[in-house]
């Protein structure tokens, strides 16, 4: 579904309406036309365009029409250039994956902040769910703790049922904890539809892809590692996604990895060394996804250390 659909092969679209100042500088300027003409040409058939929720609402719960005319010239923008479109909500209020960034915390032990994520997605729903064709949803990125995943389930299901009233046809994207892990694919609830994919998340090894990180307690930022250091390979891949993989085919899915990359720490070679063997694994198994990230956010395809290999990187995203 998702490679007929054209959802099989995207970029992200990081920082522009999440994970930033929210300046109006940044918001018009970051990410223009030009990008989604660029990605076109690179032969990718969808972005994914993390958004958080005060794009689109105040602190109040109040929509911000101006938000939402934000996410539907990138929809235009998108179609205009050939591309589908991952609307995934980044940030939610009461709830972020990003613990050291963000401060926003409750959402799964409060009922009112849960109420608020529904009727968030009943309006994007109502204002998107009328062009399933290229317009998918990612319900939220990155639950994080395992203690989560029996509320998130339940949350999941009920926001669904209540999108699928306005949205019934919209490809959804719902991922699990551990940040969206592969290896808690198991743990979700078995899809409330036809319609809805289970999503991962894929740094791994996290000691290579993300050496160097200054934003997490999880690495050394003086540690260094080579690709064949990591004991990355297409076996490895193979290994870590299988439990994924199974609980997709067991419940009549598909598998989207939402999030995949290497940080610009990593030499231009070994990057295209990882990337050749995710790639593998994802075309083998039929797997969508989006890399992390066209722009900057420390991961940026644009970043001149790729000049040199660009053309190969580009053929196994």
């Not at 959402?107 to 968030?120: I, M, P, V």
């Not at 390979?233 to 996604?241: D, L, R, T």
């Amino acid at each position: 579904m998702l490679k007929d659909k054209g959802f099989y092969k995207g970029i992200n679209l990081g920082g522009w309406l999440s994970q930033c100042d929210y300046s109006e500088d940044r918001l018009n300027n970051f990410i223009t036309e030009n990008d989604f003409k660029t990605i076109s040409e690179w032969g990718a058939d969808h972005v994914r365009i993390p958004f958080d929720y005060n794009i689109i609402e105040d602190k109040d719960g109040n929509y911000i029409e101006s938000g939402f005319t934000r996410l539907a010239d990138a929809v235009k923008l998108s179609k205009k250039y050939g591309l589908n479109v991952v609307l995934d909500l980044h940030k939610t209020a009461g709830f972020s994956f990003d613990y050291y960034g963000e401060n926003e915390s409750g959402f799964f032990d409060s009922e009112k902040f849960q109420e608020r994520f529904y009727k968030l997605w009943e309006q994007v729903a109502q204002r998107f769910g009328n062009d399933p064709d290229h317009i998918a949803f990612e319900l939220l990125n990155e639950v994080t703790d395992e203690a989560f995943i029996e509320k998130w389930n339940r949350i999941a299901r009920n926001c669904i049922e209540r999108i699928r009233k306005f949205a019934p046809d919209t490809i959804i994207l719902v991922g699990s904890y551990q940040n969206n892990s592969a290896a808690t694919v198991f743990a979700l609830d078995p899809p409330y539809d036809d319609k809805v994919i289970y999503n991962m998340h894929c740094y791994d090894p996290l000691k290579f892809t993300h050496q160097g990180a200054y934003w997490t307690d999880a690495i050394d930022p003086d540690e260094r590692m080579s690709f064949e250091d990591s004991g990355c390979s297409e076996e490895f891949f193979e290994e870590f996604f299988a439990s994924a993989i199974k609980k997709a085919e067991d419940n009549n899915t598909e598998l989207y990895c939402g999030e995949y990359g290497v940080i610009d720490v990593v030499s231009a070679e070994d990057t295209l060394k990882w990337l050749k063997c995710i790639n593998a694994v994802f075309e083998k198994h039929g797997i969508g996804r989006s890399i992390w990230s066209y722009k900057e956010m420390d991961f940026g395809l644009t970043s001149e250390r790729l000049n040199s290999v660009r053309g190969d990187i580009l053929k196994y995203i």
